[in-house]
């Protein structure tokens, strides 16, 4: 079955700190994965996706497909990074986009 | 226009009125999607209308009714609902198009309670 784990409900690390949030899926067929991010009082948007490898707001995401993980990193957290963050697995299932999210990590940025 | 809107930002319906909400988006996205988030949890998908055809419905009982009646536009039907679905209903768009990472847009939410 299709699954995305984040180990960390809540994850409190110092301003200038590196960060990194984990993320493991489960998925039989090759995975599209996302990270999305919900700031207070804001929408759900999305971060990153692993097939643009891109950085934005100086995050980064590798997917491991040895390991099955698509852990999100930044080397030095800002305090704007506080938020919750969501990993979610996108698959196509009767002609249609279907996304899977973990659980969420809530992410503290501590002046 | 890139954002997608949801009307209203908040209901509360007794356990025997009818309400419905609205979702819209004008960025010429083809899939929309409606999502429940309770409190503290991520968001679970409840439907997915592709090219304006209902193509999944994960199980919800019939008493979320949903509607698209265009490209733009998506309705969810609400009726004799159980407090139990008091939550955060979240609509969601996207391109619709198979691979490449189909970017899901969210919109604000509906927060509903259930008397």
């Known amino acids: 079955a299709q699954r995305v784990t984040q180990p960390e409900k809540l994850l409190s690390v110092f301003k200038g700190a590196p960060v990194e949030l984990k993320c493991n899926y489960s998925?039989?067929?090759?995975?599209?994965l996302f990270w999305y991010v919900q700031y207070s009082r804001q929408r759900l948007q999305l971060l990153l996706r692993h097939i643009s490898r891109e950085s934005i707001k100086g995050f980064t995401a590798d997917l491991n497909k040895g390991e099955t993980s698509f852990h999100l990193k930044k080397p030095f957290a800002q305090e704007e990074d506080s938020a919750m963050y969501y990993c979610a697995l996108s698959f196509r299932i009767q002609g249609a986009q279907k996304l899977v999210f973990g659980q969420g990590t809530r992410l503290t940025i501590n002046p | 226009d890139t954002e997608v809107t949801q009307t209203p930002k908040h209901l509360v319906m007794g356990m025997t009125n009818k309400k419905s909400l609205k979702c819209e988006q004008h960025?010429?996205?083809?899939?929309m999607y409606w999502y429940k988030q309770k409190a503290k949890k991520p968001p679970e998908l409840m439907f997915v209308?592709?090219?304006?055809?209902?193509?999944i419905n994960e199980s919800v009982p019939s008493r979320f009714s949903p509607e698209c009646p265009n490209s733009s536009l998506l309705n969810l039907h609400l009726h004799a609902l159980q407090p139990e679905d008091s939550a955060l209903y979240l609509c969601a768009s996207s391109l619709g198009v198979a691979g490449g990472g189909d970017e899901q847009y969210f919109g604000p939410g509906t927060r509903l309670t259930v008397t």
């Open positions: 998925y039989s067929g090759s995975p599209e």
């Open positions: 960025m010429g996205h083809r899939a």
């Open positions: 209308y592709s090219y304006e055809k209902l193509s």
